[in-house]
């Protein structure tokens, strides 16, 4: 167990690299590694285009540049925290392999198509090497997937802006609002209903009512929980939203619903920006328009959810911590602090970074957060074994997750219903 000095020293060497990246991309943009062509690439990996485009001389470059970056902040944060070796270079570069392997994965424009993210072909490359040849113990000082996962959830803040929650007006803001608490509340009953343990049934209830991956490994962080748990809440979101994100539009079609109130039901209850953005352009553009207002303005609630549950977490003495009622010191010292850089952050570029900065940094920070997330989950797949995440609880948790998304999906069309009819 690391000591609290040690967890606050993390979360605070995470939000200063995150600040790092951010000024850095936002001052001396020009100066900072370019992303490999892959990102955005419309082409199949398997195509003589995207071949020739993936393995030319400049992207090469282009990656070898970013891997030096990643590198020098990545050993300075664990020198930091004193818990790295000169073999962490040599590990780090072959998990920077692996994340890059799981990033041109998801490329694949029929991946692409089925809006499968990233983090599940990252954490199962890692599943796969830990399960068949095992994890070599020259790659462990590398594996650090709470430290990265703590910087990408700093970065995350810049794309997680307060302008959207104005988009969504009212009616927009009082859905998420009675959404996020309603179902968040109704998921965690049930999980513990289940008998499924307290740090699950809180991962599981962010995942269902607020925005599914990112709401899951928010709350992981904020409640030090156990990376095999997130793992398995991770796997869940995304396999239940491939279907949903098929069937629902259909479904509004079948009901006659508006493209208003299918759109908000759709962003209310898909867990994934992707598939919500896929799923109500099926149905059509008012609909779309709609369904990523509605899924933008539940993103945002993301950090204040998250300060709520760690303080809540601390307060009542859950999880390894002592019971009774901690003073308002041992709240603070418990406090993530990566919660405060991902509020930090969001406030910055929603109020203070000009129109043209954050178009040209936007889009290479989202890609910075993609990376460090990817990184984070080959490093929790290298020390998960298949049979901690499919066979988990005897599964509870699976029937746990379908009882409470099919109550939000019942739920959420009530309340688009009655807002936007």
Known sequence: MISVSRRLNEDWTAVIIGFVI?????????YMPALPMFYGSKEKWMSVDFFHGFFTSLNQVKLLYLFAFLTVIAFLGSLILRRTTWKFILSFWVIFSLAMAAQ????????????????????????????????????????????????????????????????????????????????????????????????????LASAVSICGVSAAIATCGAIKGDSRKLSYVISLVLIVAIPMMIL??????????????????????????????????????????????????????????????????????????????????????????????????????????DHEAFTKAGSMLKGYQNIWFSIAFVCIGLETKFADIFHFENRKPLVAFLLAQTINILLTLGIAYLLFH
Not at 22 to 30: G, H, S
Not at 312 to 334: C, D, F, L, V
Request: proline content about 2%.
């Open 22 to 30: 951010i000024f850095l991309a936002v001052l001396l943009f020009q």
């Open 248 to 353: 629902m539009p259909y479904l509004a079609k079948w009901m006659g619903l508006s493209q208003e109130v299918a759109g908000a039901w759709i962003g209310g209850t898909i867990d994934t920006t992707g598939a919500v953005v896929a799923s109500g352009t099926i149905i059509g553009e008012t609909a779309q328009k709609y369904a990523v207002i509605i899924k933008s303005a539940q993103n945002v609630l993301l950090g204040i959810a998250a300060f709520i549950i760690s303080i809540y977490w601390t307060y009542s003495g859950k999880g390894n911590q002592a019971a009774g009622k901690p003073s308002a010191r041992i709240i603070w010292e418990r406090f993530p602090k990566f919660v405060l850089g991902f509020l930090l952050a969001s406030l910055l570029f929603s109020v203070a970074i």
């Open 104 to 203: 041109m994965i998801a490329a694949h424009t029929s991946v692409k198509s089925l809006n499968i993210e990233t983090v599940f072909f990252s954490v199962l490359i890692g599943l796969l090497i830990s399960n068949t040849v095992k994890t070599p113990g020259w790659l462990k000082p590398a594996i650090q997937s709470e430290f990265y996962i703590k910087i990408g959830l700093v970065l995350l803040g810049t794309s997680v802006l307060f302008s959207n929650i104005m988009k969504a007006g009212a009616l927009g803001l009082i859905q998420a609002l009675v959404v996020v608490t309603a179902i968040w509340y109704v998921a965690f009953w049930i999980a513990r209903r289940y008998r499924i343990d307290d740090e699950m049934s809180t991962m």
